[in-house]
């Protein structure tokens, strides 16, 4: 059998992006299931919601944004710490970067070594790399949750934490008067999950019950195409529980049976990978799901911070 390629190294093929007008000043912009970011006006001011991996990555996003509106962005909030998020913040010049008070701790904690990691996995986002000057730092952070108010008439926008899930600082973007919320990676719409900085059981359970509990009837997640009316916005929640539930069902049997990571790891992929299988990265994601999984379940607690050379070792234990 040929080697897979490592994570999305293979990966070489441009994305089409389309940018997507919400509503009145609501924008998103999707690339078939690559990272997914948007942007929100207020009367005199953007709030943009992520930064995609570069600076050079994140001002061919502005451009398409400048066709709309040429506000000065104030707010650029960040979902969390994960470098093909944030790492292009400085390409803003925003006012205020946003984010939770976990997803700060985790920059300092393994924002380092993220960048390093994430740019290996998927060096096609990684545009310009040395474009970025270095960490990017929330200078504003919460709790529980922060409210925006936008101006005129355009209501307020909420930064809400639901709860541990994808990462420890996962935050999402509602509007409360348009019904629309920017989930993050706590949803993915027909994009496979990734979940190597996962808590599972809390976001299989109780964060993606507050996340449902907002009654959006738009949704734009971290990755796939944007859920337009509730009974779309339920079943991209839904998929994303079943991926979680599923995981934890299959590594929790091995886990249970005495069995092995890379036991784990085949019984997952041959549970998944006819329903996910030939979504956005999918196969790149899940040998490190599954290492993750079988961490959680045997009681560490905090995901092990991944770094290149984890990477590959954990790659080559599952794949070969």
Partial sequence: MTKKAFASSADLTEKAQTLEVLA???YALTAEGDPNIGAVEGEDFLVCFEALATPV???EWLAKLREHTDKPVRYLVLSHYHAVR???ASAFDAEVIVAHENTRALVAERGKEDWESEFGRMPRLAKSAESVPGLT???LTFSDHLTIDLGGDRG???LQYCGRGHTEGDLVAWLPRQKILYAGDLVEAEAALYTG?????????STLDRVAAFGAETLIGGRGGVSRGAEAVDAAIAQTRHFLTTMLREVGAVRDAGGTLKQAFERTHAALVDQYGQWPIFEHCLPFDVS???DELGGIERPVVWTAERDREVWDQLQD
Avoid: C, N, Y
Wanted: net charge negative; no cysteine; proline share 4%.
């Fill in 197 to 205: 900085d996962a808590f599972h059981l809390e976001w299989s359970s």
């Fill in 292 to 294: 993750r999984l079988w």
């Fill in 24 to 26: 009145d000043g609501v």
């Fill in 156 to 158: 307020d926008l909420v």
């Fill in 57 to 59: 990555a994140a001002r």
């Fill in 86 to 88: 944030v790492l292009g």
């Fill in 137 to 139: 730092w929330p200078t």
